[in-house]
T-cell receptor
Framework: AQSVAQPEDQVNVAEGNPLTVKCTYS??????LFWYVQYPNRGLQFLLK??????LVKGSYGFEAEFNKSQTSFHLKKPSALVSDSALYFC???????????????FGSGTRLLVRP | ETGVTQTPRHLVMGMTNKKSLKCEQH?????MYWYKQSAKKPLELMFV???????ENNSVPSRFSPECPNSSHLFLHLHTLQPEDSALYLC????????????FGPGTRLTVL
């Protein structure tokens, strides 16, 4: 089955330290991978995506993600965390169905990032 | 804001009530989506519309009834809901069906008593 997993419910990090939010996926074919962020009382906002090309993808707010095909992972990273980065982060993968004629996003369960001052 | 608005932002209803959630996108997109977000669970895709035609009904109970009168508006009509239907309901749009990036509204926080 096609799926995406975020193994950590919460990640705690001190401001100024690097952060990593983990994501692994299981899809058939080449994966289209995404990260979204959700701040309190807001909808999800797109951060970055991997379609093809360089394994290190850069996105909004200084975030980046590394695609690792052998480990089927797409971990979100940031070199220096800010308190304002505290939010809920979702990994997603685009899957095809109905004989490749349709697409939809499958989201992970989310990881809460808490950056302490 | 992302150009996708949802009203109301909060809704409390009894199990016998009928209510509707509204979503409007100002982005000129052709595809719209309803998701259900419950605590500690993955986002659940409920319905997908492309050019006002429903293309996906993800095994959603009939007490949820979507309506897409035009490409800018999407409704979710609710009737005889259950307490376990309490959740955040998110609307999203994308330029086309299958486009890589979806734009989300702020959601409607629904509580069913």
């Amino acid at each position: 089955a096609q799926s995406v997993a975020q193994p950590e419910d919460q990640v705690n990090v001190a401001e100024g330290n690097p952060l990593t939010v983990k994501c692994t996926y299981s899809v058939s074919g080449n994966p289209y991978l995404f990260w979204y962020v959700q701040y309190p009382n807001r909808g999800l906002q797109f951060l970055l995506k991997y379609i093809t090309g360089d394994n290190l993808v850069k996105g909004s707010y200084g975030f980046e993600a590394e695609f690792n095909k052998s480990q089927t992972s797409f971990h979100l990273k940031k070199p220096s965390a800010l308190v304002s980065d505290s939010a809920l982060y979702f990994c997603a993968v685009r899957v095809t169905y109905r004989g490749d004629s349709s697409y939809k996003l499958i989201f992970g369960s989310g990881t809460r990032l808490l950056v302490r001052p | 804001e992302t150009g996708v608005t949802q009203t109301p932002r909060h809704l409390v209803m009894g199990m016998t009530n009928k209510k509707s959630l509204k979503c409007e996108q100002h982005l000129g997109h052709n595809a719209m989506y309803w998701y259900k977000q419950s605590a500690k669970k993955p986002l659940e895709l409920m319905f997908v519309y492309s050019l006002e035609e429903r293309v996906e009904n993800n095994s959603v109970p009939s007490r949820f009834s979507p309506e897409c009168p035009n490409s800018s508006h999407l409704f979710l009509h609710l009737h005889t809901l259950q307490p376990e239907d309490s959740a955040l309901y998110l609307c999203a749009s994308s330029q086309q069906l299958g486009a890589n990036e979806q734009f989300f509204g702020p959601g409607t926080r629904l509580t069913v008593l």
